[in-house]
């Protein structure tokens, strides 16, 4: 799996976008990118996942340049309620089982 | 949340007693896992299922054995516990390898 370097903490205001890069510089050409969201005390949640380009849901934006050697999870309008830690994790999950292993992640304390 | 139970949710143990957590899926999954937490270790995967009675192991397998014998029903079971084994475990069911759903977590304690 390719490794992944992304920012041991953030903080950010209520209201505020929130944006966490992620760098992936040896990521494979059948890998695709995922996010998850743990909240304290609480297992991980997935929260996205996208291959390149832009992709967005309820949650979340997921922003992946052409070259896909990063990725940015973008929040909009953060609320103290998304304080947590939030995991970029790549693989290959085309075919076959793939583990996702979790690094450090990024702690984002959003304040009042 | 995503049909997914862990019991116990808190256990407290003696050094070499065996323990086994249990894993509850309502949501048909194919995939489940297990996972411990332990700070500074982030999440480890220490065994999985990718259909019933079908199970390999993670990186942290060893002390640990798993059992999956109804598509619903994913158990973990620590032989004989040991203080290393102290830790947050969770279990987590998907469809899917990279979308995983995680259950509430079972925290143990071997003294």
């Known amino acids: 799996l390719a490794k992944t370097t992304q920012p041991i903490s953030m903080d950010s205001y209520e209201g505020q976008e929130v944006n966490i890069t992620c760098s992936h510089n040896n990521i494979a050409t059948n890998d695709y990118i995922t996010w998850y969201q743990q909240f304290p005390s609480q297992g991980p949640r997935f929260i996205i996942q996208?291959?390149?380009t832009k992709v967005t849901n309820e949650v979340a934006s997921l922003f992946i340049p052409a070259d896909r050697k990063s990725s940015t999870l973008s929040l909009p309008r953060v609320s103290l309620s998304d304080t947590a830690v939030y995991y970029c994790?790549?693989?290959?999950?085309?075919?076959?089982?793939?583990?996702?292993?979790f690094g450090a992640g990024t702690r984002l304390a959003v304040h009042p | 949340d995503a049909g997914i139970t862990q019991s116990p949710r808190h256990k407290v143990t003696e050094t070499g007693t065996p323990v086994t957590l249990r894993c509850h899926q309502t949501?048909?999954?194919?995939?489940m896992y297990w996972y411990r937490q332990d700070p500074g270790h982030g999440l480890r995967l220490i065994h999985y299922?990718?259909?019933?009675?079908?199970?390999d192991k993670g990186e942290v397998s060893d002390g640990y054995s798993v059992s999956r014998s109804k598509t619903e029903d994913f158990l973990l079971t620590l032989e004989s516990a040991t203080s290393s084994q102290t830790s947050v475990y969770f279990c987590a069911i998907g469809p899917v390898t990279y979308e995983q759903y995680f259950g509430p977590g079972t925290r143990l304690t071997v003294t």
């Open positions: 996208g291959y390149k």
């Open positions: 949501e048909n999954h194919r995939y």
């Open positions: 299922s990718y259909g019933v009675k079908d199970t």
């Open positions: 994790l790549v693989g290959d999950f085309s075919g076959g089982y793939n583990k996702l292993i």
